[in-house]
């Protein structure tokens, strides 16, 4: 063989040697980032099973003992967030206001007719004389005769009630 060939060779040889030297390098500086990305999703993975461990201790302690999370000062305060979250909702519902206004005209309602009571007990004040004093609420004994006609809604603004069953 002559020596130039043997030279060519050789050169090729070295550039091999040199390619896969650096490829050699190339691929452990790889696998040494995919075993730092290895230990540290094996840190994650323990970090996660300690703390579902850690959990279902808690839990079966819980279960064990009876005491729950919400009667926990942390679950006491939690409630009480969502205990004033839920009250701040209905307050601004219209079912909120409804059940207060029936609440309202029932009260008022009781009112009138204690009133009522009073003053015909004390005898100042008898018959038609009630109506004078609120013409929208119906005196029991006249509306039970059918003396008096009920209204279910107040007259519009500007009309005047016939409450007294045609009496001016």
């Known amino acids: 063989m002559p020596c130039f060939q043997v030279a060519t060779l050789i050169e090729i040889v070295d550039q091999y040697f040199t390619f896969y030297d650096k490829?050699?390098?190339r691929s452990e500086a790889a696998l040494e980032e995919i075993k730092k990305e290895l230990a540290r999703c094996q840190e994650q993975l323990k970090e996660a099973?300690?703390?579902?461990?850690k959990w279902k201790n808690r839990y079966n302690r819980e279960v064990a003992s009876g005491q729950s999370f919400l009667k926990s000062?942390?679950?006491?305060?939690?409630?009480?967030?969502?205990?004033?979250?839920?009250k701040?909702?209905?307050?601004?519902?219209e079912e909120f206001e409804g059940a207060i206004l029936a609440r309202a005209n029932d009260i008022y309602d009781d009112a009138i007719r204690q009133c009522r009571t009073k003053l015909r007990e004390s005898g100042r004040f008898e018959g038609e004389d009630f109506m004078f004093l609120d013409?929208?609420?119906?005196?029991?004994?006249?509306?039970?005769e059918g003396e008096v006609e009920v209204l279910d809604e107040p007259p519009a603004?500007?009309?005047?009630?016939?409450?007294?069953?045609?009496?001016?």
């Open 23 to 25: 490829e050699l390098k």
């Open 49 to 53: 099973t300690d703390g579902q461990v």
């Open 73 to 86: 000062e942390a679950g006491k305060i939690y409630l009480e967030c969502i205990w004033s979250d839920f």
């Open 88 to 93: 701040k909702k209905y307050e601004g519902s």
């Open 135 to 144: 013409p929208l609420v119906v005196d029991e004994d006249s509306a039970e």
């Open 157 to 168: 603004e500007g009309v005047q009630a016939d409450v007294g069953g045609g009496r001016p």
